[in-house]
């Protein structure tokens, strides 16, 4: 009786144990560090790919990856208030940290000396789609179809997170590869900052072309995002530049007094769909304006993503979710830095094209629904309800009852491949931050504790009690492997 007693006690304990370590929020965030001094001998320059009046961005490898990266040295003289935050830290990263999308630069870390930023970012091999724009002069309506939907669903995405970009431009739009491939990321979020529902935004920022008239009257929402989506589309489709002013006044002067205004018989070219979206981006009241969602699902985006979608073979990948088993969060948290920073765009091309099939209204997140409209199709409602519960509870690490773009990859990526003997060692020397060849409770705490302030401090010490095998109070590399490759 005694026995059985403190059995079941052991057991209670457990569980309780174990839910209490699943409440740890992990995000990519957590891994975006913050360095004081330069940038460190991890990188070597390779050369200058571009530059502003008070900004410049360097091509480097980042030695312990063999990684290219793009590197961007940010003078605080040239910084306006409003793109600092509280505690005088870039509030582009305090943006990007809350950002998860495919189609949304990864920062990786930064470092802060007293007159520089460094911000290391996912290197685009493609360069800007300005420089595209101007090699090819026009789209065809497919290309600029595609363009458009990975943007709308990055605006779409960041909107829902309450983020305005405030500075879309084709400059701020790259391109992936050298190929002819239209795969892109959007960038700078320099003048990007979070919407207040209680209040409009204030403050011009952004280039003449691409602002919409609100802002020039001095409040806006984030649908002047949507306008410059507008006049992005424009000189896709049309070639040129929405306005004929050869300077910013006479541009500024133009859009105060003479708006875009697209007429069907003015390009005649241009299919009625492409016409029909066009004078739904440029509306110039903004609250009849539409958003990027809506956006997504317009005739002419969605005709384009059904070609796409049709080359996407999801039975692998929908296997995967099912089989993904979350069994230490320790683990989850080292998928979750390989995802981030690890893993290159090469890498999950696939997994990329497999994620956007999947997310139906293009938001950047999947949702219960729209896994259950895809397993519905190979078996009965009863069993793919089921098999859905089990992939939220085992895959939403965050538990904010979506599938987040890089939750997705952790829970897909093929880590056979991925755990080699070098990204085993980055990763263990990630959380091993006094280089002592273990990993302590401090060092779990210190890297995990971002944006988990409110948990029982005693979770740091059951988390490492997972992995710990001998009982030490610490995780050597050996148990680290361990835990990672079972």
Partial sequence: MGCGSSQNKKKTNEKSRIASVAVINISPGTFLTRNKGSLSNNYTEIKKIGSGAFAEVKLCIYKPLNQKRAVKIIHKAGLHYQQMDQEFMLKEISVLNTLDHPNILRCYEIFEDHWKFYVA??????????????????????????????????????????????????????????????????????????????????????????????????????????????????????????????????????????????????????????????????????????????????????????????????????ENLRQFSSNNKLKDAVYTFLSTQVVSGEEVKVLKAEFQALDKNGDGKISSSELMEQYILTMNEEDAKHVVENIMKEVDTNQNC??????????????????????????????????????????????????NTLIDENIWTDLVKEVDQNGDGVIDIREFIQAMIR
């Fill in 121 to 318: 970012m996912e290197y685009c091999e493609g360069g800007e789609l300005f420089e595209k724009i101007m090699k090819l002069k026009k789209f065809t309506e497919k290309q600029a179809a595609e363009i458009m939907f990975q943007l709308l669903s990055a605006v779409a995405y960041c909107h829902g997170k309450d983020v305005i970009h405030r500075d879309l431009k084709p400059e701020n739009i790259l391109l992936e590869d050298k190929e002819d491939g239209l795969s892109l990321k959007v960038a700078d979020f320099g003048s990007s900052c979070f919407i207040d529902p209680n209040r409009k935004m204030t403050g011009c920022f952004g280039s003449a072309y691409y602002l919409a008239p609100e802002v020039l009257g001095g409040e806006y929402t984030e649908k002047c995002d949507i306008w410059s989506c507008g006049v992005i589309l424009f000189i896709l489709l049309t070639g040129k530049p929405p306005y004929s002013g050869r300077d910013d006044k006479t541009i500024l002067t133009q859009i105060r007094h003479c708006p875009l205004n697209i007429k069907a018989e003015k390009y005649p070219t241009l299919s009625s769909n492409a016409i029909d979206l066009l004078q739904k981006l440029l509306i110039l009241e903004p609250n009849s304006r539409i958003s990027a969602l809506e956006a997504i699902s317009h005739p002419w985006v969605k005709s384009f993503r059904g070609h796409q979608e049709e080359n996407v073979n999801l039975t692998h990948t929908l």
């Fill in 402 to 451: 979506e599938i987040d773009y890089v939750e997705f990859l952790a829970a897909c990526m093929n880590y056979k491949q991925l755990l080699s003997k070098n990204t085993l060692d980055i990763s263990f020397r990630m959380f091993d931050r006094d280089e002592s060849g273990e990993i302590t409770v401090d060092e779990i705490r210190s890297i995990l504790k971002s944006g």
